[in-house]
């Protein structure tokens, strides 16, 4: 007897249970890449946060651990007399223990852009600092001792404005090791045009040229019977140059005297933090003004706040205060007041013994799925935050938030 074959495929229910089946499966396969996707979102994002975090700490304590710098500044021992004469070949002393030389300036000239000219160089101007709110800094920036090679953004919310609730600072100091002086020659006895006899390289060499003619100039030396200098060079060439002396009495020789470029030698550099818009999403930024070369270090920035640690006139006393503060200081709890650098407003941040800086760091791409993730940031308190207390009034997003903080000492110090 023979049977037929017969074929039959899936019945609707068997059809109905597969697909219920592979619906759970796919669910549970998508929940998965989901989830691993956003874990890697977020680690990726806090992986660059804390390498950001990192490199522009190293970055701002390298450049702040140089404020107030000059040459030989070591030189002078703690217990030492120091000059507080105005002619080199007059000198006075007075017991006033360690603490950064003014220098003598030529005909009251200015040594860089924000500085008052006069005949001496307040070391104040080293370290220079605005505290800013939601739409104004304090002190603002037509006080003495801001940058003003540059024209800091004001505040907004566009492309390149600086972010409200976020802090300006600048410091100054010498860098390099200039040109080593070998003799300084008297033309006449008080002479006021002189000629510097320095080291120099072969003529193929750019620097074989420095300085060069109508060159503001330092020259500084070791000892601490010679005020630092800042001049004018008349002509220069390969080996020596031709300047005009600050004042009637001429320079002479001194100890391991060299002599620097101001344009070229001397860092007057500006944090300040600003938006950058990219694909129509904003990016706020810290950037960095270096002699009125703009360079963008780090992104996502949300807040860059600086406190600074001063020397009162009272032994042992110490203030930490915000930039308005280190401004508006009562003249007579200011420190190394002498009759070269007397005690006049803004004198207190010839007294900064520390600087504090703050940074707000977000993960610049999208790295949580709140829109409000919480944060903590110590100079606002130890409660958590949310976006929305930012001052900043650009686009939030949805990012993962940490602060990064240093003391770095400094070198302007009495």
Not at 297 to 319: H, P, S, W
């Amino acid at each position: 007897m023979k049977y037929k074959n017969y074929q039959s495929g899936f019945s609707i229910v068997e059809l109905m249970i597969a697909v219920f089946i592979g619906l759970i499966i796919l669910t549970g396969l998508v929940t998965v890449f989901e989830t691993t996707a956003t874990m890697n979102r977020t680690q990726n994002g806090l992986a660059r946060l804390q390498e950001n975090g990192r490199f522009i700490t190293l970055q701002l304590k390298n450049a702040l651990d140089q404020a107030g710098y000059q040459y030989c500044l070591s030189s002078v021992g703690a217990e030492e007399k120091q000059i507080v004469g105005i002619d080199p070949l007059a000198i006075e002393y007075e017991n006033l223990s360690s603490k950064i030389q003014p220098w003598r300036v030529l005909d009251n000239q200015e040594v860089f852009p924000g500085v008052p000219a006069g005949p001496f160089f307040d070391p104040r101007h080293f370290i220079h600092g605005h505290e800013c709110g939601a739409n104004s800094c304090l002190p603002d920036f037509t006080s003495a001792g801001t940058d003003m090679s540059y024209l800091i953004p004001t505040i907004g919310v566009g492309d390149g404005d600086r972010i409200a609730g976020t802090d300006v600072l600048t410091v100054r100091y010498l860098h390099g090791p200039g040109k080593a002086v070998s003799n300084i020659v008297d033309r006449a006895e008080l002479a006021v045009t002189q000629t510097l006899q320095y080291e120099f390289y072969e003529s193929s060499n750019p620097d074989a040229q420095f300085p060069v003619a109508n060159t503001p100039v330092l020259i500084a030396s070791c000892s601490i019977t010679e005020p630092h200098v800042v001049t004018t060079i008349i002509a220069g060439g390969t080996g020596t140059a031709t300047f005009s002396s600050p004042g009637s009495t001429g320079v002479t020789n001194r100890v391991l005297t060299r002599v620097f470029d101001l344009n070229r030698d001397m860092r007057s550099i500006t944090y300040y933090v600003a938006n950058n818009v990219v694909n129509d999403r904003d990016t706020p930024t810290l950037y960095s003004v270096a002699n009125g070369t703009v360079n963008a270090l780090i992104e996502g920035v949300d807040r860059f706040d600086i406190l600074y640690t001063v020397q009162t006139a009272t032994k042992g006393n110490y203030l930490v205060l915000d930039a308005q503060g280190v401004d508006a200081m009562d003249i007579t709890s200011c420190t190394a007041a002498t009759d070269d650098l007397p005690n006049t407003p803004g004198c207190g941040w010839r007294s900064v013994v520390s600087i504090e800086f703050h940074l707000l760091l977000n993960t610049i791409h999208d790295s949580s799925s709140n829109e409000n993730e919480a944060f903590f940031y110590s100079i606002d308190g130890d409660q958590a935050q949310s976006p929305e207390d930012l001052l900043s009034q650009i686009n939030h997003y949805r990012l993962h938030r940490r602060e990064f903080y240093s003391v770095v000492a400094t070198k302007n110090w009495n």
